[in-house]
Structures are given as structure tokens and as C-alpha cells.
């Protein structure tokens, strides 16, 4: 009984110019045809009991309805938060609709941001999940690391192969644990996807938070519901503490079980990582849109007007109707400097 809830409430902002508040990067096609948060109902549609639980700013309430309906994908139910309290809350609100009439699902939370390039492997990880999940562990989804990247939460696994016990849970590292970590080889990048029961997730959170679980219970059972959407009490959802499940639950539990998954898995967290996913030409040049690139390499570019390159390498060119963003590849992650600078100048 597998219920897919569908994380929505990021705002993106290292891929601007092309991700806004007003359009974040899970409502926009940055990896192919469908946007980020159709593919992601896509990828596990086959084996979902039902709709997705889908949860999203208050402020994108027609955005998500609309590209669900695109997909087919009668939600079963699309909470609407008046501001983000990240992940734990969002999750535990999802939780408690999915026990709301006294049963209890599998919760596949997965973020709507990601690539998965070989859904089929995902799936049969998802399947090999659902069983442990079953049981009463809370499962994670292990990458083999490629490098020390500070984004990310690191799993230490018990020796061995396969699904295992998870023996540490540590969220984004400062980069000299990173390292080290990736050097050991035992340990996995949190995937940012999990599985659990319903129930066990709602136990964990009272054991370890119980102040978020009663504010976010209070936000949600005073929620507003109509036909398309069930409204979180703005007041009572104010008072919810801000935390991602990461630090809030996974750091802390004795109960977690992470499956390796090697699926093409990535977080398209910046331009370079979106180069790095998409399809490249031997040059190792990935374009979206009309472009024309002469002698160029490594380069990354969105036109929605024609964009022409010549002689570059490794720079990315983002062009939208109202600005351009042009910079090497390896710098990518300082757009946010550039959000901010937009933000502090109003
Ligand atoms: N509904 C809702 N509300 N969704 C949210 C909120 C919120 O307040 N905050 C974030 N999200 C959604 C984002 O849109 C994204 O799909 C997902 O939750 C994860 O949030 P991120 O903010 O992208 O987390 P992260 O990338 O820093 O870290 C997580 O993912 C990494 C892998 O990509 C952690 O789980 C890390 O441990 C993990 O390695
Ligand atoms: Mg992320």
C-alpha cells in the first residue's frame, strides 16, 4: 500500500534566472518534456495505491493542481502551507492525512526535484523498501557518493551489502567530514527519499519532537478542506518549529534502514548539475531551447530567445525574457549570491 507523498514547497533559488518564487524549479521541464513535479508522480505512478499526497505553498495551489492534471495524477490530497516550516512538518501534515480515517499507507516521500534517469531500478528499490517500511523501519535511499559535497546528508550503513542497518545519520557535514566519510567508503549520500509507515513516522516524531508534532497536528485538524485543496490553519501553522526531517528525525532514530539505489540519481540542485544530467553532445555541450554553439565545450545553455556561442568552455548561459545569467560552470553554486544581492535591493 504504497501512498507517494510529493514534497513542493522549495523555492530553487540556484537556478535563477529560471526559477523564481513565483515559479520554482519543481514546476518548471528542466530535464526533459514533463516539469520536475510531473515527473516525479510519473516515475512511481505504477506502483502508488493511489493519487499523491502532494504538499505546496499556499501560493502555488493552481501551478501544482494544473500540472497533476496534466499527468493523470488525482491527487488524494494537495496541503497547502502558508509558509515553509521545511521538511518535517510538511511530512508530519502528510502523515496525518494519511491516518485520517483511521488507516495507515506506506509514505513514499520523495522531494520534486530530482532526476532519476533509470526509474525502473527505482521502483524495484521502492518495491525491496516497502517490505522493510512494513515492518516498522524507516527506510532511506543510499547514493555512492562521488565527491564530498557539504549538500547533502552522509549514511554510515553496517558492514555488509545490500539493504542495512543505518549506523549514523549526519546531515550536510562541514567539508573535512565530507571528506572524510567519502575516503572511508562506508558511507551513502542521503537520496533525500524515504519510506515509512504512516504510524512510524507520527511515533518518531513524538519521541523526538513533540512540540512540532502537536503545533503541526493543530495546523492540520483545523485545516480548511474544499474539493481541491486542504488549507493548514495559517495561525497554528505559524507556530510550527522550522526543521527538515534529516535533523529533526533521521539524525536521531534507532530505526533506520538505507537501500542502496544506483539509479541515475541527482539532485539538480544548480546549472552545472543540470548540464551534468542532461544529454550531451560529444563536447560535452547540453543545450535547452534554441542555441547554436560553435566550437564549444562543456558549456550549458537555456534560450528562450536564440542564444549563439563561440569558443567557450565550461560557462553557462541562462536567458529568459527579463535577464541573462552568464558564468562558469564551476561557480554555479554562488547564484544565490545573486538572489540575494536582488532581494537585499528590493
Ligand atoms: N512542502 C514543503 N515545505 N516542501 C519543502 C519545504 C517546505 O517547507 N522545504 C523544502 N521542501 C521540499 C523541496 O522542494 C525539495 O523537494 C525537498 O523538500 C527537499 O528540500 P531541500 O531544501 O531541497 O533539501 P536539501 O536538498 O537541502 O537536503 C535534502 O536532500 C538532499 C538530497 O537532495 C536532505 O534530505 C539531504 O540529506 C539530502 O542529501
Ligand atoms: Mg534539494
Not at 57 to 82: C, S, T
Not at 246 to 271: F, H, R
Amino acid at each position: 500500500e504504497i501512498q507517494p507523498v510529493i514534497l513542493s514547497g522549495g523555492s530553487g533559488t540556484r537556478l535563477w534566472p529560471l526559477s523564481r518564487e513565483a515559479y520554482p524549479k519543481q514546476f518548471l521541464p528542466l530535464a526533459g518534456e514533463l516539469t520536475m513535479l510531473q515527473a516525479t508522480w510519473e516515475r512511481v505512478a505504477s506502483i502508488a495505491a493511489r493519487g499523491p499526497l502532494v504538499i505546496a505553498n499556499e501560493e502555488h495551489r493552481f501551478v501544482a493542481a494544473e500540472q497533476l492534471q496534466q499527468v493523470g495524477a488525482e491527487p488524494a490530497a494537495i496541503i497547502l502551507e502558508p509558509a515553509g516550516r521545511n521538511t518535517a512538518p510538511a511530512i508530519a501534515v502528510a502523515a496525518l492525512e494519511a491516518t485520517r480515517d483511521g488507516g495507515d499507507s506506506l509514505l513514499l516521500v520523495l522531494p520534486s526535484d530530482h532526476v532519476i534517469t533509470d526509474a525502473d531500478a527505482f521502483r524495484l528499490a521502492a518495491q525491496q523498501a516497502a517490505g522493510i517500511a512494513a515492518a516498522g523501519k524507516l527506510v532511506t535511499f543510499g547514493i555512492v557518493p562521488t565527491g564530498p559535497e557539504t549538500g547533502y546528508g552522509y549514511i554510515k550503513a553496517a558492514s555488509g551489502e545490500g539493504a542495512r542497518a543505518v549506523e549514523r545519520f549526519v546531515e550536510k557535514p562541514d567539508l573535512a567530514a565530507a571528506t572524510d566519510y567519502v575516503a572511508s567508503g562506508q558511507y551513502y549520500w542521503n537520496s533525500g527519499m524515504f519510506l515509512f509507515k504512516a504510524s512510524r513516522y507520527l511515533q518518531e516524531l513524538e519521541r523526538f519532537q513533540p512540540a512540532m508534532l502537536a503545533t503541526s497536528r493543530e495546523a492540520w485538524s483545523k485545516a480548511r478542506r474544499d474539493a481541491d485543496f486542504t488549507r493548514l490553519d495559517k495561525e497554528a501553522f505559524a507556530a510550527v518549529p522550522s526543521d527538515s526531517i534529516d535533523y529533526a528525525v533521521m539524525e536521531k532514530t534507532a530505526d533506520a534502514i538505507v537501500v542502496p539505489l544506483d539509479a541515475g540519481w541527482n539532485d539538480v540542485g544548480s546549472w552545472t548539475a543540470l548540464r551534468d544530467v542532461s544529454q550531451q553532445d560529444g563536447d560535452g555541450n547540453a543545450h535547452q531551447g534554441d542555441v547554436i554553439a560553435i566550437d564549444c565545450r562543456n558549456t550549458y545553455a537555456y534560450g528562450q530567445r536564440l542564444v549563439a556561442m563561440v569558443g567557450l568552455d565550461d560557462v553557462i548561459v541562462v536567458e529568459t525574457d527579463d535577464a541573462v545569467l552568464v558564468g562558469k560552470g564551476d561557480r554555479m553554486q554562488e547564484v544565490k549570491a545573486v538572489v540575494a544581492r536582488l532581494k537585499a535591493e528590493g
